[in-house]
């Protein structure tokens, strides 16, 4: 098999950092054409690390790549802005499990690499590509709080990228940790108004409809008794007839 060119990894990075950043930007737009463009930049991703020893990287891009068919299936669901998913957010309990899972697994796995193979910087890469495997799984849940992960696990590539002489990599995610402040935002104000929609559609269910007569509260009117009337009759005719006053008066006295 005749090698590659020295040209296609270049090529390849510069493929994925492109489709990475049309992405992110639909991602924070909650355009669901974000997962065609992963499913791309993280296939030429998975030969770009393999070539320069970041193993847990590359197999973390062939997750991804699973991840965005996923992605994809779960917003055609629909129900929020443009068709897709509403977002969500996980409580503090939750975010506390997945922390606790994400430095274990990296812990666990990060010695793993750093006894068994020449990995670099096995703990750190073990570290961003555990992250990464629960935070994709929360960007294709539509949860609010994947942005801050984001914000971290980018952090931490720098650093990885810049070690690792992968200069548009690191310029890429430099790039992704303002997208991820705006993703954040952007999220928060969809979530603040489909919360808004829902309350006011609450209100407008519970809401009488127009021209409708709101029934008296102590029921219907009670009806005058004939013992009433009568009395009413003998009062009027007493203004009428002093001869008849006394008559009426003692006529009533009786049990």
């Not at 197999?59 to 068919?69: E, I, K």
């Not at 539509?142 to 801050?148: A, C, G, M, Q, R």
């Not at 009670?222 to 008559?247: E, I």
């Amino acid at each position: 098999m005749s090698e590659l060119p020295p040209t296609l990894p270049g090529l390849a990075e510069a493929g994925a950092v492109a489709l990475g950043v049309a992405y992110l930007l639909l991602a924070a737009r909650e355009k669901i054409l974000c997962w065609p463009a992963a499913f791309l930049s993280t296939a030429l991703s998975v030969y770009v690390f393999w070539n320069v020893d970041l193993l847990m990287e590359s197999f973390l891009n062939l997750y991804y790549m699973g991840m965005a068919v996923y992605g994809w299936r779960q917003w055609r669901r629909g129900g929020g802005p443009g068709g897709t998913a509403p977002v969500r957010r996980w409580s503090a309990a939750a975010h506390v499990l997945a922390i606790g899972a994400i430095l274990t697994a990296a812990v666990l796995s990060g010695r793993i690499l750093a006894t068994s193979t020449e990995a670099a910087r096995p703990y750190l890469d073990s570290f961003t590509t555990w992250a990464s495997v629960l935070t994709t799984f929360m960007v294709a849940r539509k949860i609010l709080e994947n942005w801050i992960y984001w914000f971290v696990i980018d952090g931490v590539s720098i650093f990885l990228y810049l070690d690792r002489g992968l200069y548009l990599y690191a310029a890429l995610f430099a790039f992704y940790l303002v997208i991820c402040v705006a993703g954040f935002l952007s999220w928060r104000r969809s979530l603040l108004a489909a919360g808004q929609q829902g309350r006011l559609a609450a209100q407008t269910a519970a809401a009488p409809p127009p021209n409708h007569r709101i029934p008296c509260a102590t029921g219907p009117k009670p009806r005058a008794s004939v013992t009433s009337w009568r009395l009413m009759g003998a009062l009027w005719l007493t203004k009428r007839t002093p001869k008849l006053r006394s008559q009426a008066g003692a006529g009533w006295r009786r049990p």
